[in-house]
């Protein structure tokens, strides 16, 4: 018999998990965001600055209460209950698990542990109220005070959202994609607003930081680089990849989306996003195709087998389309394989003998398809993966787990048939000029083979036989050979040496790079650490081996500003590499003021 608090507790732990996802709770990879201790500090006059940075006006005061824990947690409990659709969380994990993006001994992490640790604070609809925590979550404690400062920006922006746009209309969206999609106009706008009122408290110009934090944002969120700031280790930061990147998306994504369109037309243009909310995750991750009105392509769910049961239907997305491929491929690679979607569908079954799934998928064109459909079929080859069939007809492919192949087989007529024709494009905004931002950590000046940032406030020199590859694997610079393999690059790190963020910030890029460099699954096996100098400095030095290769790396993390380091990560096979990638690491010098201007920008 089992255990019945056990199984409460199970219980408990998906709903959290659906609510998290469904609700974009806080998590700890955006930025921080926590509650000052006075919440009724001067709340009125604090709502009205935020209201004439974000050019909205407020038809009310912004009521504010701050709860203690236990009171915190209830009130967000009832929140998830009144705002996610019925079954909404149960579905959801089926899904996943019928995706293989979700072990069966798997429901995502248990509630309160969840809030205490990632939620700080979140804007009630019905009560038209911010709650926030009287005590600092786990996960930005010793951060500093400008933290307590963004997390009231963001919620109060909440309210002046709700004020302006209806927040309600958000929880009557039922499908999953459109509502991620949804989500990130809200969240992002929210960051937009934290980040630009803590840069304008440091006297920053929060135009030009919002820019940086928003370019660079999505660039590591798309090579897997997304690290928690916490100064100690967290329950989420090992969840699986779906979670963290479904939680961090309608931040990070949220905010250069909303970004882009702010230095395309200002705040006239982001309130008119509100009333012409994008509908997918595509045009989010991809803000020309929302420009251009690009729709999804019209797929319906495929009809379940005879004699089993519908448990799910939606659609899955590109977003988490990539997250199934990067259980397999390097998530740069994954994004890219994932780039042309165009619509799809799935259907999730249930019969006598199984759980099943079938996925009907559009794409812009037959070389997307057959990029996807390549992808999908690696994962036989990954270990650990759930395997799917495969079938692909032109510009469709249809996806089929749960049968095998004999059975499979009567079914891929049906599935690709279900695909349908993409609607006209209709421009939600009308003629709009998107300008490229470059970071101003990528603005080099090049003379024969020295780099120079003045914005880093570094100089260094360019490895012989190596090509410059900058804005890889969301490096202020990288440098590769293919034959024999050697790479250097150069990042900044937000976070201090010797932290657990910094930890963190190790983890995650040694992951990146032994899932770049090594097969499926490979893993980066650790050959020892120590104190460095590099010239520039002393790093804390790791190395590793990528696991069933021949390839070394090592990354350093080298103190540079208060609050942000520079990350050194070298590595390649045989000899001849490791000398060139020695000799550039000897190139690296200091130049400039003492305190160069990306430490100004680091805010936390």
């Not at 996925?359 to 994962?379: G, H, I, K, L």
């Not at 976070?495 to 990146?512: H, I, L």
């Not at 770049?516 to 790093?539: D, H």
Request: proline letters at 6%; aromatic letters at 8%; hydrophobic letters at 45%.
């Amino acid at each position: 018999m089992r255990n019945p608090r056990l199984v409460t507790a199970r219980r408990r732990s998906i709903s959290f998990l659906g609510a998290a996802l469904a609700l974009g709770a806080c998590s700890h990879s955006a930025p921080p965001r926590c509650p000052p201790k006075d919440v009724a500090v001067d709340i009125e006059t604090f709502a009205r600055e935020l209201s004439t940075l974000r050019h909205l006006p407020t038809s009310k005061p912004v009521q504010a209460r701050a709860l203690d824990p236990d009171a915190f947690f209830e009130r967000f409990s009832e929140k998830v209950k009144r705002e996610a659709p019925t079954g909404y969380a149960e579905k959801l994990v089926t899904t996943f698990r019928a995706f293989g993006l979700l072990p069966e001994n798997s429901d995502g992490p248990e509630g309160r542990a969840f809030v205490d640790e990632h939620l700080a604070g979140f804007y009630d609809t019905s009560a038209h109220t911010v709650f926030v925590r009287s005590q600092a979550i786990g996960a930005i404690k010793g951060l500093g005070p400008l933290a307590e400062r963004v997390v009231l920006a963001h919620e109060i922006e909440h309210a002046i959202q709700d004020q302006s746009f209806d927040l309600g209309d958000l929880t009557r969206l039922g499908d999953d994609e459109s509502r991620l999609a949804a989500n990130a106009v809200f969240e992002g706008d929210a960051m937009l607003v934290g980040i630009a009122s803590a840069a304008t408290s440091r006297g920053r110009p929060w135009q030009d930081v919002v820019a940086e934090a928003a370019t660079l944002g999505a660039v590591n969120a798309t090579h897997g680089l997304a690290t928690s700031m916490s100064e100690r280790p967290l329950a989420l930061d090992g969840s699986l990849l779906i979670v963290r990147e479904r939680m961090t998306f309608p931040y990070v994504s949220g905010l250069s989306f909303m970004s882009d369109l702010y230095r395309a037309g200002g705040f006239d243009l982001l309130d008119r996003t509100f009333a012409h909310l994008p509908t997918t995750t595509e045009q989010v991750l991809h803000v020309e195709k929302y420009i251009a009105g690009e729709q999804a392509i019209g797929v319906d769910p495929p009809k379940a087998p005879p004699g089993s049961s519908v448990v799910a239907t939606g659609h899955f997305g590109e977003l988490q389309t990539r997250m199934l491929l990067a259980q397999c491929l390097p998530i740069d690679e994954a994004a890219r394989a994932a780039m042309g979607w165009g619509g799809d569908a799935y259907t999730v079954f249930k019969d006598a003998s199984r759980t099943g799934l079938l996925w009907a998928t559009a794409w812009d064109d037959e070389s997307a398809a057959e990029a996807f459909s390549t992808a999908v079929a690696f994962r036989d080859s990954c270990k650990g993966a759930a395997s799917f069939l495969v079938r692909r007809e032109g510009t469709h492919v249809a996806v089929v787990r749960g049968f095998d192949e004999a059975s499979a087989e009567p079914l891929f007529p049906a599935i690709l048939a279900s695909v349908g024709e993409r609607p006209a494009a209709s421009p939600p905004l009308g003629p709009v000029t998107l300008t490229k931002y470059i970071p101003s950590l990528l603005r080099w000046t090049v003379s024969g083979r020295r780099y120079d940032n003045a914005y880093l406030g570094i100089a260094l020199e360019a490895p012989f036989g190596l090509e410059n590859r900058i804005d890889r694997a969301g490096a202020a610079i990288a440098f590769e050979h293919l034959r024999p393999l050697a790479f250097a690059a150069l990042s900044v790190a937000p976070t201090r040496v010797g932290t657990n963020a910094s930890q963190n910030f190790v983890r995650d890029y040694a992951r990146a790079i032994a899932t770049k460099w090594g097969r499926a699954g490979a893993r980066a096996m650790p050959l020892g650490e120590s104190r460095r100098n590099l010239g520039i400095g002393t790093a804390d030095w790791k190395e590793w081996m990528v696991g069933g290769t021949t390839v070394y790396f090592a990354i350093g993390l080298v103190p540079w500003c208060d609050r942000a380091s520079l990350a050194i990560a070298v590595g390649g096979e045989g000899e001849g590499g490791k000398a060139a990638v020695e000799k550039w690491i000897k190139s690296l010098k200091k130049v400039g003021a003492s305190s160069p201007t990306v430490c100004a920008d680091v805010l936390f």
